[in-house]
């Protein structure tokens, strides 16, 4: 079965560093998401891309974070200088149809 | 206002039992959807069931089940015969505007199952 897959699964980076997260969505889906999981908190949106561009995005989302899909696999999500506070799980999903969201296993975020 | 209420932190249940998780969901939006993903201590987070509102019957997937009760803007997920790989954090989400696939998910607080052996 087709999966969502998020390279690393976990990453651990020093404060101020940027990271980027990848992604590779179910081959034949048009919409892309990133979410965040706080520790411990619920599953908040970032982002979602469709047809090469942001189509909506959260306050969250703000200049220190960017989505790319360069290549017609990879999607990914780039937080420049990262903070404490970017400590997460982050998730990326996609979708073909409007039924489910299928989520990748995630890539822990670890700031320090 | 939150969007998706879900009421109860934590559960347990005896193993072989049924189990409800309840999901309350707040939206004027005529078209919307509710979904359950099952997030197990690995942490990935694993589409269970989802629930159109303009379906007539409830969502069924194996041993899953989505009490969808549209009047009183409930969406309990039903889990029968418990087992012990079902103790996990559970989320029930809603996506409004369903006609539009890009329409972002948005995640209740979860409840964490645990199911006795």
């Known amino acids: 079965e087709p999966e969502v897959t998020q390279t690393p699964s976990h990453q651990v980076t020093q404060m101020g560093q940027e990271v980027i997260l990848r992604c590779v969505p179910i081959?034949?889906?048009?919409?892309f998401y990133w979410y965040r999981q706080i520790l411990g908190q619920k599953v908040e949106f970032l982002v979602s891309?469709?047809?090469?561009?942001?189509?909506?995005k959260s306050e969250i989302f703000d200049d220190q974070f960017s989505v790319e899909r360069p290549d017609g696999s990879n999607f990914t999500l780039k937080i420049r200088s990262t903070k404490l506070e970017d400590s997460a799980m982050y998730f990326c999903?996609?979708?073909?149809?409007?039924?489910?969201?299928?989520f990748g296993q995630g890539t822990r975020l670890t700031v320090v | 206002a939150q969007k998706i209420t879900q009421t109860q932190p934590g559960m347990f249940v005896q193993e072989k039992e049924a189990v409800t998780l309840d999901c309350t969901y707040d939206t004027s939006d005529p078209s919307y959807g509710l979904f359950w993903y099952k997030q197990p201590s690995s942490g990935e987070m694993i589409f269970l069931i989802y629930?159109?509102?303009?379906?007539?019957q409830n969502a069924t997937e194996g041993r899953y089940s989505l009490n969808f009760q549209k009047a009183r803007k409930s969406a309990n997920l039903v889990i029968s015969a418990s087992q012990l790989g079902d103790s996990a954090m559970y989320f029930c989400a809603m996506r409004e505007g369903v006609r539009y696939a890009g329409n972002m998910l948005t995640f209740g607080g979860g409840t964490r199952l645990m199911v006795k052996p």
């Open positions: 891309f469709y047809n090469n561009e942001i189509s909506e």
């Open positions: 081959s034949n889906h048009l919409y």
């Open positions: 629930q159109g509102s303009y379906d007539q």
């Open positions: 999903a996609s979708i073909r149809g409007t039924v489910g969201a299928f």
